[in-house]
């Protein structure tokens, strides 16, 4: 982690937690978190469960961030929310192209579009890229995410880097309990910085890692160069294992 990037730790809650569950972490996690320390801090409930979030952090400097984002502003799109509607339930930021989301059919111009959009309608937004298992044997990783960064960014331009975050999450190490070594971590963010370097100023470009992030891990990872913190899945669901995580960002 570079002293001038402040760190940001981002809780993927994926499809967990009702309202009343959401409610409760919020309010458990508020009174975990140092206000003062240099950390941004994030959770990204499901849709149903942002305006709760939101309302249960007012008043914390913990944002919500939403898992997904539509491009277009309204429209014949079933089963999408617009950045609008995020920014109507408080949301202030939104994931784009998880690799859960792309699995499920996310294309790159689409992860463009709507990292375009999101910013445009003021949202922090967390562009996720990262390789398979496959594609890392075959020694295609350094292609794989130059690609998916270059084509995620390419509606993106420099006056975006105050609103553009890039989390690196190999996916062989999602939900999997591997992780990647601090190496390999370091390796893929500083690609994922110099590619997004011809976009951004790279120096400036918050790089997370994720890939089954915990509290026994979290600090090594962080205290890579290039790793400004975390993504975080299953280990963000307890607000003591995640509010661990973001102390050792801290
Ligand atoms: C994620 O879903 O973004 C993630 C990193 O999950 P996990 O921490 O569970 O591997």
Redesign the pocket.
């Known amino acids: 982690m570079s002293s001038g990037r402040r760190p940001l730790v981002a809780g993927?809650w994926?499809m967990h937690k009702t309202v009343a569950e959401a409610r409760g972490f919020c309010e458990a996690l508020a009174g975990m978190v140092d206000p003062a320390a240099p950390v941004d801090v994030a959770v990204c409930p499901p849709f149903t469960a942002l305006q709760a979030s939101a309302e249960a952090l007012a008043g914390t400097a913990i944002a919500v961030y939403a898992q997904n984002v539509h491009e277009a502003a309204s429209g014949a799109h079933t089963g999408e929310v617009s950045a609008a509607m995020l920014l109507d339930v408080g949301a202030d930021g939104a994931?784009v192209g998880?690799?859960?989301r792309r699995a499920a059919g996310d294309t790159d111009a689409q992860v463009a579009a709507r990292v375009r959009a999101g910013i445009d309608a003021g949202l922090i937004v967390v562009m996720?890229c990262g390789e398979s298992l496959d594609t890392r044997r075959a020694g295609e990783t350094e292609a794989w995410i130059t690609r998916q960064v270059r084509e995620g960014l390419a509606q993106a331009t420099a006056a975006d880097i105050d609103r553009l975050v890039i989390?690196y999450?190999p996916i062989w190490?999602?939900?999997?309990?591997e992780t990647a070594t601090p190496d390999q971590a370091q390796e893929a963010c500083a690609i994922v910085r110099a590619v997004a370097g011809g976009v951004v100023d790279g120096q400036q470009l918050r790089v997370l890692y994720?890939?089954?992030?915990?509290p026994g891990n979290a600090a090594e990872l962080m205290a890579c160069p290039d790793v400004d913190g975390a993504?975080?899945?299953?280990?963000?669901l307890d607000p003591e294992s995640f509010a661990a995580i973001v102390a050792a960002a801290a």
């Open positions: 993927n994926k994931l998880h690799s859960e996720c989390a999450e190490a999602i939900g999997t309990g994720g890939g089954s992030v915990n993504l975080v899945g299953g280990a963000s």
